[in-house]
């Protein structure tokens, strides 16, 4: 299901963006979903400090390559 999602959004993306951006920008999302969508409501897990610092850092990466 998850790939399936990435695929679409890449897809959208591409209509926007250069594949330069929307490559990273889509597997980065993609890992923020799995990690915290189904690390906390399908496996009930919690969500310490440390991977929320993980997603932080992502989300700036993220942040970064889009506004290059």
């Known amino acids: 299901m998850s790939g399936f999602l990435t695929v679409l959004a890449l897809t959208g ?3 926007y ?4 951006v929307a490559y990273p920008l889509t597997m980065g999302l ?4 799995v990690q915290v969508l189904s690390a906390h409501f399908l496996f009930h897990e919690a969500l310490g400090l440390n991977k929320w610092l993980g997603t932080l850092f ?7 390559i889009y506004r290059s």
């Open 17 to 20: 963006l250069p594949l330069s």
């Open 13 to 15: 993306l591409l209509r």
């Open 58 to 64: 992502i989300l700036a990466g993220l942040f970064l």
């Open 30 to 33: 993609g890992i923020l979903g």
